[in-house]
């Protein structure tokens, strides 16, 4: 369900899935499986970019065999690159009369070996027929652990198909041993507009459910248990933070109780309306799922209740909503 149709009870741990729309729906499935109140909040949306003239030179380097490696980090960028070398390939329509079918409908090897960050990734490489490799833990620090990683060195070339400003520490790690990293950004990473709005309408409803339960704000926190949130990148704990810190984002109480049937309001929650009280949630009525070690680390300064998974395989993030559900 989205943001504004979240109206479960109270009571059932809400799990809030800020994964981009393309990217959600397996988790989400398997959240309302285990009966979590799935809300489906993207702070990201991922849209494709025009290639630059160097974009398309990259390119050209990749088709005429110039990487020994070629790293592909999601399934957006799986798809757009693929895409991409498809239309380059195309051969010309005098040529088709030529070929038989099964020539036409073949996907040629690249002469660079893929590697799929993820599970998800390498299911988009195979289903057109590629051939890749997996690391072990579908993180940087798993990628670089790779036989086939590890044993690049100086003068060795690689290709990194991934969204505009992505994986900066595998490039990192690679540039300082020496070996040539380049890297065609297929995708951006945008602020989705109707975010703001989304968030307001689960808010306002959420709270609704949790006024039956108790007066808000009886109790330091606002409600009675921390929603989940699951974070997978440092771009959408920034969103994050940005979404609860808008000083127009409040929800106010009056307007809450109102949804209720006037003869359930008490002369205590009567003069909590009358104070116009402005509820704002704070990053720390919440508690996270985050992916890696950097944004751990973050939180961790922060002083917020988090679990680290080292992957957003289904199972982990799963485990982990499960520890903080408890």
């Known amino acids: 369900m989205t943001a504004a149709q979240s109206m479960s009870h109270s009571s059932t741990r809400v799990v809030i899935n800020t994964r981009p729309t393309e990217r959600a729906y397996p988790l989400s499935q398997a959240l309302k499986a285990a009966h979590f109140e799935v809300v489906e909040l993207p702070l990201l949306k991922l849209e494709p970019r025009s290639l630059t003239a160097h974009d398309h030179q990259l390119m050209q380097h990749w088709l005429n065999g110039k990487y020994e490696v070629t790293v592909v980090v999601s399934p957006t960028a799986a798809a757009l690159g693929i895409d991409y070398w498809q239309a380059q390939a195309k051969p010309c329509e005098h040529d088709l009369s030529t070929q038989l079918p099964s020539q036409l409908s073949a996907q040629p090897q690249p002469h660079s070996s893929l590697v799929a960050v993820g599970s998800a990734t390498a299911a988009v490489l195979s289903s057109h027929h590629l051939t890749c490799q997996m690391p072990l833990t579908a993180n940087n620090e798993g990628m670089i652990a790779m036989p086939l990683i590890d044993q690049l060195s100086v003068g060795s070339r690689v290709l990194m198909w991934r969204g505009l400003g992505g994986r900066r520490l595998l490039v990192e790690t690679l540039r300082q041993r020496g070996v040539q990293v380049d890297s065609v950004a297929w995708y951006e990473r945008v602020w989705p507009t ?91 009525d919440f508690v996270y799922v985050v992916l890696g070690e950097r944004l751990a680390k973050l939180l961790a300064q922060l002083q917020l209740d988090y679990v680290q998974v080292e992957s957003l395989d289904v199972d982990e993030v799963m485990k982990a909503a499960g520890q903080l559900a408890r």
């Not at 989940?228 to 959408?236: E, L, N």
């Open 194 to 284: 109707d975010a703001r709005l989304q968030y307001q309408q689960w808010l306002k409803n959420y709270l609704v459910l949790n006024s039956e339960a108790k007066m808000i704000p009886q109790e330091p926190s606002i409600w009675s248990q921390s929603p989940i949130v699951i974070i997978s990148s440092g771009a959408a704990f920034e969103h994050w933070q940005h979404l609860l810190s808008s000083p127009r984002q409040g929800t106010d109480i009056r307007a809450v109780n109102d949804c209720m049937n006037e003869s359930e309001l008490t002369t205590e929650s009567v003069a909590k309306n009358q104070a116009e009280i402005i509820v704002q949630p704070q990053l720390a």
